[in-house]
């Protein structure tokens, strides 16, 4: 895969702001924090998850698995209704209580693409009524023209001859294929904004860098808005201009890709690099994390990576850090850094 050069920042305008967004799951059980006996407790999965996207721009979601990555998506998304928190999409307030017209509006401009096509796909559809079928929830327009805009996603996301796959059936089709129908599914009704939660890590390596150059593409020529969702850093390097990481429901650090991947400034950012293969077969000497990832339903006070963290001081107990600029590009959510 070739290391590709990203603009760190494009100029377009842009389209989603998410503010303090919140989705904790209620589990079972009461509290027994003497604070809190008795009360109703939550996984907290995204707890107060802060960032921008502009048109044309890809933003990596990154982070260990159970960090609230798909979580974020998915209710950025409104696919789950969040518990708390602001989503500004192209300027209205969607978690605040939508009109039911900007909300359809809000599902044909926003899409998604997941890990899975051999589950996103309905084994008994065509690829024909697969890629159809939101076009005909969103567009009332003849057959014809849907038909037309089945074979232009169809073309965009690479499935040439289009003819040669229309009346396929997902059994019939390598796994490759079928994550392309399923982004020609997401791109059918112009989006401008997709979220990707690991698009490509199914998929066998030799195809990757296919899937993720027509991702880009999207980005850069339809001026689409990609929250890329992959505990995969070195696919971020190829696609993303800028890259989140996230710990515990939170992002710990977000800027540039470069500067994350290769200067990460707060101590799980560098950890989680530390750990990670590097281009080129060198590694960098690990860092050895501390302890296990606590318990999202009972996050630990202040800092949540206070209990792993080499540098954890008295009060990265108490206080919880919020993000701050750090470094040329970054900002970073650590006491260090105040
Ligand atoms: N529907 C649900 N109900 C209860 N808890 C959930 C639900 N979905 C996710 N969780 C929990 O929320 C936390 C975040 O999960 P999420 O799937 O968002 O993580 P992730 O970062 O996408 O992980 P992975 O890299 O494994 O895909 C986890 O602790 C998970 O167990
Ligand atoms: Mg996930």
């Known amino acids: 895969m070739n290391i590709a050069l990203n603009e760190p920042e494009p100029a377009g305008q842009v389209i ?6 919140r989705k904790w799951y209620p589990v079972s059980g009461r509290s027994k924090d003497p604070s809190r006996r008795g009360e109703r407790r939550y996984l907290h999965a995204v707890d107060g998850v802060s ?21 974020t998506g998915m209710t950025v998304l409104q696919l789950h209704k969040p518990s708390g928190g602001e989503i500004l999409f192209d300027g209205s307030d969607l978690a605040a209580s939508p009109s039911a017209k900007s909300m ?47 074979v232009r996603a169809m073309e965009r996301a690479g499935l040439a001859p289009v003819e040669a796959y229309l009346d396929r059936y997902p059994h019939q089709l390598s796994g490759g294929q079928l994550q392309r129908i399923a982004i020609a599914r997401a791109i059918s009704v112009e989006p401008e904004f997709l979220v990707a939660d690991e698009p490509v890590s199914m998929l066998d390596v030799s195809i990757r860098a296919g899937i993720l150059n027509l991702l880009k593409h999207f980005s850069r020529e339809m001026k689409m808005a990609i929250l890329y969702i992959s505990h995969d850093l070195s696919t971020m390097r190829h696609i993303c201009n800028r ?29 989680l690099m530390a750990a990670a293969p590097v281009m080129g077969g060198r590694r960098r000497q690990r860092i050895q994390l501390e302890g296990s990832v606590p318990n999202p339903i009972d996050p630990p006070s202040g ?6 963290c080499p540098m954890a001081f008295d009060r990265c107990r108490k206080e919880e850090p919020v993000l701050r600029a750090a470094a040329a590009g970054s900002e970073v959510a650590c006491h260090l850094f105040d």
């Open 243 to 271: 890259v989140a990481i996230m710990y515990l429901g939170r992002i710990a650090e977000i800027g540039s890709t470069d500067q994350v991947l290769d200067h990460p400034q707060h101590p799980y950012a560098k950890a």
């Open 303 to 308: 800092c949540r990576f206070h209990t792993r």
């Open 104 to 150: 359809k509006a809000f599902r044909r401009r926003a899409q998604i693409v997941f890990q899975n096509p051999y589950e996103s796909l309905n084994p008994r559809f065509t690829v024909a009524q697969s890629v159809g079928e939101p076009i005909s929830i969103h567009f009332r327009e003849p057959a014809e023209a849907r038909r037309a805009r089945v």
């Open 51 to 71: 960032f921008t996207l502009r048109r044309g721009e890809v933003l990596g979601l990154a982070g260990e698995s159970g960090c609230g990555k798909s979580t």
């Open 16 to 21: 989603i702001e998410v503010r303090g967004l």
